[in-house]
């Protein structure tokens, strides 16, 4: 099993291939102390598309994919990453087959979703920040308030808000309404 480690630093996107049962060897300790907080991409096998003039430099990862991240959690069977050119922030991430991804939101709430599909998209247009998750192919979120069952499910991160914009479902846990399925606390929007 091979790991692929995107240090995500102040000045872009450091690539770090190492085998995955020896130790990261570096002469730079500063360094191995930013990767400890930064995000681990482990997969059975990756690629490395460098693109060219008109095709975006991106990364292939296929095969039992975990994402490791002080925030998030993610499997799935495969996961591509769009790099910017230069130095930037990823625009452009797509996980699919069997996605798990449990993440803890600013507020400090804990979420568990599942799907067939994740996106995340980030965008800066007219100095206007956009950044959403999109999960499709029955996605299921899951709070200490119970589920939420709906096709597509839309998390916009900067808003930090869920969008549920087809006949949600909302499963409460026993004993906040006997059990039953209804509309409870969650917003809609």
């Not at 099993?1 to 995107?6: A, I, N, Q, S, Y």
């Not at 060219?52 to 039992?64: E, I, L, T």
């Not at 979703?113 to 899951?142: C, F, H, L, M, R």
Request: net charge negative; charged share 20%; proline share 6%.
């Amino acid at each position: 099993m091979k790991r692929l480690l995107f240090l995500l630093l102040a000045g872009g996107c450091s690539l770090i291939w190492a085998q995955t049962n020896e130790p990261m060897q570096t002469n730079a300790p500063s360094l191995a102390a930013k990767a400890s907080q930064q995000t681990e991409v482990d997969s059975d096998n990756a690629e490395f598309d460098m693109g060219g003039a008109h095709s975006p430099r991106q990364v292939f990862y296929n095969g039992n994919v975990r994402v490791t991240d002080p925030k998030i959690k993610l499997w799935c069977e495969g996961l591509t990453l769009d790099l910017p050119p230069g130095s930037g922030h990823v625009s452009h991430i797509t996980a699919v087959t069997n996605v798990v991804i449990d993440f803890i939101a600013d507020t400090g709430e804990k979420y568990h979703v599942t799907s067939d599909k994740a996106v995340y998209d980030y965008s800066v247009v007219n100095q206007v920040t956009n950044e959403t998750v999109t999960w499709t192919g029955n996605p299921i979120v899951t709070t200490k308030d119970g589920k939420i069952l709906s096709d597509p499910l839309i998390w916009d991160r900067r808003a930090n808000r869920f969008y549920f914009p087809h006949k949600p479902t909302f499963i409460l846990p026993e004993g906040l309404s006997g059990g039953g399925t209804n509309n409870s606390g969650f917003k809609l929007y």
